[in-house]
């Protein structure tokens, strides 16, 4: 009898996995939200119309970015900016915390019920009934880069193997797996 091969997604062909949470025992506050900080008091009227202050920073889960917003550089206020740059999506990566932001690569780890160590919401994708939980790839996390499985967008994970990850696809297929990161 034939072996049947699973019709899988190819690289070429972009599966978008949607993103889901376990939540953790208790809510950690401090830092486990994206916001704009350090607004300066005077205003200005943007091209979007809202008025907002004249200089402000974004905070990411506590991380923030240089994204200041002087001498009106910007046709933005902050709560546009959060939108259209999609960080209002962002997440945090399951075992670190550091955030992950539309366009980061992405680890996919399985074969563990959750992170044990974190106190924040843990971002998962579900492949075939089983979750993917989303890790980074920082060197102190995933070193070999093994572990990538896609990009992080505002709408989910666009997967680069069809919900598998660059190891899985380079045992499947026999061939070197080489992919823009």
């Not at 979007?48 to 046709?75: A, P």
């Not at 900016?81 to 997440?91: A, E, N, Q, R």
């Not at 709408?155 to 380079?170: H, K, L, M, P």
Request: with cysteine.
């Amino acid at each position: 009898m034939a072996s049947k091969k699973k019709n899988r997604k190819s690289a070429t062909e972009p599966l978008v996995l949607a993103v889901a949470f376990d939540l953790p025992k208790e809510e950690n506050d401090d830092g486990e939200t994206v916001r704009i900080i350090n607004a300066h008091e005077r205003r200005h009227t943007y091209k979007c119309g809202h008025e907002d202050s004249i200089y402000f920073e974004i905070s990411v889960f506590g991380s923030v970015l240089g994204m200041k917003q002087e001498s009106f550089q910007t046709d933005e206020c902050g709560a546009c900016t959060l939108k259209s740059t999609g960080l209002d999506t962002s997440i945090r990566y399951c075992m670190c915390g550091h955030p992950i932001m539309p366009g980061d690569g992405i680890a996919l780890y399985s074969g563990f019920d959750k992170p044990k160590k974190q106190t924040w919401k843990t971002p998962y994708v579900l492949v075939a009934d089983e979750k993917r939980w989303i890790g980074c790839l920082n060197m102190n996390c995933c070193p070999s880069g093994g572990f990538f499985g896609g990009h992080f967008t505002k709408d989910g994970i666009r997967s680069a193997f069809g919900g598998n990850v660059a190891a899985v696809e380079a045992l499947q297929s026999g061939k070197l797996v080489i992919v823009n990161i």
